[in-house]
């Protein structure tokens, strides 16, 4: 008898790296062949007699609407709110939420399509690679990946796609997360503490009409309330670094540091280990942090995406819970 068709394997195959694939034990059931033939089995051979259930459009239209402004009178008020579901806010959103269950965590992406520039690896090349210990990651997503045969300083996934799917699939599992895509951040809410200021929430508008505000008339936006804001929206670019730009428009800090040139080596460490809170209220991640300290950018490698995320969940739940204690006493 002939194995499934796709069937993810703990051993070694042949590939033209010749590397080892790690693989999760998640991912050693079959993946299409047991699914197909039952999908094949209900529907095969029988096209002529297919048909949907009927359904009237307006039914369409409120099981949409009803859900979503639901989500925008719930998430109102939130725990966390992630600007940007890029590698670095995927990543945060998975820690934080697998973590703490309890906590309302909305993300905001200002594309359609989430996930950044994790989509491809870099120049539009499909492999992604991630420099150890950055692979404990991709374990605990259960995203096989390729050691390279003579270097055991990094990894490869096949496809970042495959990354990038597998965590956004992970992410929107979750039952206390909501994900508003093509939504935009454009300003911040802030509150007085004392002589510093307390960023308590984002100002919102889809992205469309952030986009038009110079052609058309005023066109306000809404808002969401949370004690802890993490900005993971990349280096400067048309959404990129907003929050680090709007705290020197602010006056909370003075000027940004720019992005230096490429070093991955200085870059990776550096942002992992500088993610945190750069004012009361509000974390910072990801690229976006080379913006406000001078940091070198580190071009296609990802685990500094990644890990940068897990330091973010853990500043947020500090910063949360720190939060809570001060308006409890």
């Known amino acids: 008898m002939s194995p499934p068709a796709a069937l993810y394997e703990s051993a070694p195959v042949v590939t033209d790296i010749k590397g080892k694939v790690n693989v999760s034990e998640t991912l050693t059931t079959p993946l299409i062949g047991q699914g197909q033939s039952k999908l094949l089995e209900q529907f095969g051979g029988k096209w002529d007699e297919f048909k949907f259930a009927p359904i009237r459009e307006s039914q369409v239209s409120r099981a949409m609407t009803r859900r979503y402004y639901q989500d925008l009178d719930n998430f109102a008020e939130s725990d966390v709110v992630i600007v940007g579901a890029g590698s670095c806010g995927l990543s945060t959103a998975y820690v934080l939420a697998k973590a703490r269950p309890d906590l309302k965590i909305a993300i ?53 796609a495959l990354f990038t799917s597998t965590l956004l699939s992970r992410v929107l599992a979750f039952p206390n997360v909501k994900l508003f895509n093509a939504t935009c951040v454009e300003d911040l809410i802030t509150r007085r503490d004392g002589d510093s200021v307390r960023i308590a929430g984002v100002v919102v508008n889809w992205t469309l009409v952030t986009l038009h505000h110079d052609d058309h008339s005023c066109m306000d936006p809404n808002t969401i309330n949370a004690p802890v804001i993490i900005s993971t929206t990349g280096h400067d670019g048309p959404f990129g670094a907003f929050c680090a730009k709007r705290l020197v428009s602010m006056n909370t800090i003075e000027k940004l540091g720019g992005m230096r040139g490429l070093d991955m080596n200085a870059a990776e460490d550096a942002i992992v280990k500088n993610t945190r809170e750069v004012t009361k209220g509000l974390i910072i991640g990801g690229m976006e942090l080379s913006e406000i300290d001078g940091f070198n950018r580190m071009g296609p490698t990802f685990g500094a995406m990644v890990m940068s995320g897990v330091k973010a969940a853990e500043e947020a739940l500090n910063v949360f819970d720190e939060r809570k204690r001060e308006c409890t006493e």
């Open 108 to 160: 905001l992406e200002a594309s359609v399509s989430p996930g950044g520039g994790a989509w491809l690896g870099g120049q539009l090349f499909s492999a992604m690679v991630l420099r150890r210990p950055a692979d404990a990651f991709l374990n605990e997503l259960g995203v096989p990946f390729e050691e390279e045969p003579n270097n055991p300083n990094f990894v490869v996934v096949k496809h970042a």
